[in-house]
């Protein structure tokens, strides 16, 4: 059995406390900006939210508010985000995208639980990581940050993924550590998906696979979008 070398140990080390600490999306109470893990993440992506534009989201082809966004007298189709975000994903899914990390996930905290929730999973399988975390938006803004919100990568559509969805890929370094990562937002009706799902190997200091990473992150996003309707 290979151990650690003391240099991959130490670089370990954030990973550890993470485990113990747990996760913590961070937001003003007034924030519309989607929660977000907080610093103590190894995780790479460092964008933040784009602040939300003016006036009522559209759909993108005919201007016309869609399923009652920008009215104040339409119901919402999806009132609250999912009370129980850790249980969105199917425990087999969580096993194939973060090898060796609990299907339970830590859930992640918000100033504003009727609007916003979202779960973590990351783990350590051998010297393969992968951190996989999905949040749900349906506050106001949710739709139109939609179409601008981002990773830090190039942006490309996903046609069929709910009523509006694109994907983003980078690849980050950090003490010769490559690691890759994926950005998937997905939008149904008024509620908005985001999926990051980035891992590299600590061995070899390379960046987890291009297609692994990229059909990662469509595969829990799809399932995020489909759990939305129960």
């Known amino acids: 059995m290979r151990s650690l070398p003391l240099t991959l140990g130490a670089r370990l080390l954030p990973v550890a406390a993470l485990a113990a600490a747990g996760v913590a999306m961070t937001t003003t109470p007034d924030s519309e900006a989607r929660p977000k893990p907080s610093a103590h993440s190894p995780r790479p992506s460092t964008s933040a939210p784009s602040a939300p534009s003016s006036g009522a989201p559209v759909d993108g082809s005919s201007g016309a508010p869609v399923d009652g966004q920008g009215d104040d007298t339409a119901a919402a189709r999806y009132p609250k985000p999912p009370a129980k975000p850790c249980a969105t994903l199917p425990a087999g899914t969580v096993k194939d995208l973060v090898p060796g990390a609990p299907a339970a996930g830590t859930v992640l905290t918000t100033s504003d639980a009727t609007r916003r929730s979202g779960c973590s999973w990351h783990a350590l399988s051998g010297f393969d ?7 749900y938006d349906v506050s106001a803004a949710a739709a139109t940050r939609a179409r601008s919100e981002q990773g830090d990568g190039p942006s490309t559509a996903v046609p069929g993924l709910g009523d509006q ?12 550590q490559r690691i890759r990562e994926a950005v998937v937002v997905a939008r149904r009706a008024n509620a908005v998906v985001t999926v990051t799902y980035n891992g590299g190997d600590f061995e070899t200091q390379e960046a987890a696979g291009t297609d692994e ?3 990662g992150a469509l595969t829990a996003a799809k399932k995020a979008l489909s759990a939305l309707d129960g």
């Open 213 to 215: 990473i990229r059909q």
């Open 165 to 176: 969805g694109s994907v983003s890929l980078n690849v980050t370094t950090d003490d010769k």
């Open 129 to 135: 990581y992968r951190w996989l975390d999905i949040t």
